[in-house]
């Protein structure tokens, strides 16, 4: 049907003053302490699309729309650093459709934000990649690394795709990034020098928080202040565990396709509550190191 001009009219003025409630919303939320780096764990998307008896895809996809409304909103409020919990190494252990179904969503999502470069570019958005490409069949992995190389310039909000991730699969990976540096340095050394010495001379041969930190896929990006996880699910299912000692972890109610603006607004609101303590809690901590 042909759409009327005052209803267009109507629309557009209604979108006005929503937006511009949103910026007054988001200017009260800035008087106090906001987050520098928001995680989700999108937590949801298959029980959204069971519970309104749709296609499983379906829920992903609306899942996917509530990512990009959650980047967008977060670029408003300063928020400088967002990482979400795209897909678990451990979720290859699901059914063989299921998971073909994910991966070709993901090479489509990726692929239209190759194209389709409005919201990138908005947000002068940096993407990374964060998890074992090679598990990933061989267009996914192509199409993500190129999305990194395309943005890698980008200076505005870091947005960190977990995939395919576990925590515990980082902190291996780091070990043994750290392990091969220390070998190399070991036969450089050995190899350059001329008297014969021990071939560690010149190595540090422990191990600090700082050493593994530079081989973390996170490197440097900050802590997460917030942990989100949608679904009201308490649990981080080895997600982040070497970066989230201080985070605030939130569970709301809602299911991943269902978060919105205004429980985002609420988590950081209920961060906010809690900064004094979370701030007293890091400094002892400095001060024990």
């Known amino acids: 049907m042909e ?9 557009g003025v209604v979108a006005t003053m929503l937006k511009f409630l949103r910026k007054c919303i988001i ?41 990009t409304a959650s980047l967008l909103y ?17 979720n290859f252990k699901r059914d063989p459709s299921e998971v073909q179904s994910l991966m070709e969503l993901m090479e489509e999502k990726i692929n239209e934000l190759l194209e389709n470069r409005g919201v990138i570019n908005k947000v002068n958005c940096k993407i990374n990649f964060w998890g074992d490409l090679d ?12 999305l990194m190389a395309s943005t890698a310039q980008n200076t505005g909000l870091v947005f960190s795709v977990c995939m395919p991730y576990n925590s515990t699969s980082e902190i291996v990976n780091a070990v043994n990034k750290l392990c091969a540096e220390r070998r190399n340095i070991a036969q450089r050394e050995y190899s350059g020098n001329c008297n014969g010495q021990d071939a560690n001379n010149g190595v540090h041969p422990d191990v600090s928080v700082a050493d593994l ?3 973390m896929y996170s490197d440097g990006c900050p802590d997460p202040d917030i942990v989100i996880r949608t679904s009201g699910e308490a649990r981080l299912s080895n997600f982040l565990l070497w970066q989230t000692t201080f985070s605030h972890l939130q569970s709301p109610a809602p299911l991943w396709p269902e ?25 002892l901590e400095k001060k024990q190191l």
């Not at 977060?74 to 451990?90: L, Q, R």
């Open 135 to 146: 598990l990933l069949s061989e267009p996914v992995k192509l199409a993500a690394q190129k």
């Open 3 to 11: 759409e009327k001009p005052d209803g267009i009219m109507t629309t």
């Open 213 to 215: 930190d530079r081989h």
């Open 74 to 90: 977060c670029y408003e409020m300063g928020v400088k650093y967002i990482t979400v919990y795209a897909f678990s190494i451990d």
């Open 27 to 67: 200017a009260v939320h800035s008087y106090g302490p906001m987050p520098e780096h928001i995680a989700f764990i999108m937590d949801g998307n298959r029980r959204y699309a069971k519970f309104r008896t749709i296609k499983k895809g379906t829920g992903h996809r609306m899942g996917f729309s509530a990512l």
């Open 259 to 283: 978060f919105s603006l205004r429980h985002l607004l609420w988590a950081i609101l209920q961060y906010q509550r809690v900064y004094p303590y979370i701030e007293q809690n890091r400094k």
